[in-house]
C-alpha cells in the first residue's frame, strides 16, 4: 500500500543486473542500490548474485513517485518476472527500446 512519501516528489529509477531491470522509485537512488545490494543475503538463493551485481542504470526526477512507478509497472506488466513465494516484484525482461518508453512515460506523465 503506497505511503504519503510515495506521492512525493523523487526518482523513478532503473537499476540492471544479468539480464534483468529492476524498475522502483526512491527519493535516493543510489541509497536505494546500495539497500538491494546489502539486502542480497535475504533474497532468494538464486537471485543473491543479482542483487549484489546490480547496477544503477539511470534516474527519472519526478513530481510524485508512485503515480509514476505505477504506469510504468502496468505498461510492462508482459515482461514482469514473477518469482514465486517471494515479494520480489519489480524485476523486468527488458529491452533497449523499453527503457526509452519508460522515459516517455514518466515524461508524458510529468508534464
Not at 512525493?8 to 534483468?20: S, T
Not at 547496477?55 to 502496468?74: K, Y
Not at 513465494?85 to 525482461?93: A, G, V
Request: glycine fraction near 2%; charged fraction near 25%; hydrophobic fraction near 40%.
Amino acid at each position: 500500500m503506497p505511503q504519503a512519501r510515495d506521492f512525493d516528489a523523487g526518482y523513478v529509477y532503473i537499476m540492471h543486473c544479468e539480464g534483468i531491470y529492476k524498475i522502483g522509485i526512491s527519493k535516493n537512488p543510489l541509497q536505494r542500490l546500495y539497500e538491494v545490494q546489502k539486502d542480497a543475503d535475504s533474497q532468494l538463493k538464486r537471485y543473491q548474485k543479482i542483487a549484489q551485481n546490480t547496477i544503477l542504470v539511470d534516474t527519472i526526477a519526478v513530481t510524485s513517485m508512485f503515480p509514476c512507478e505505477q504506469i510504468v509497472h502496468h505498461i510492462l506488466d508482459k515482461k514482469r518476472i514473477y518469482v514465486p513465494y517471494s515479494f520480489i516484484t519489480e524485476w523486468f525482461r527488458l529491452v533497449n527500446n523499453d527503457i526509452d518508453l519508460i522515459h516517455k512515460l514518466v515524461l508524458e506523465f510529468t508534464t
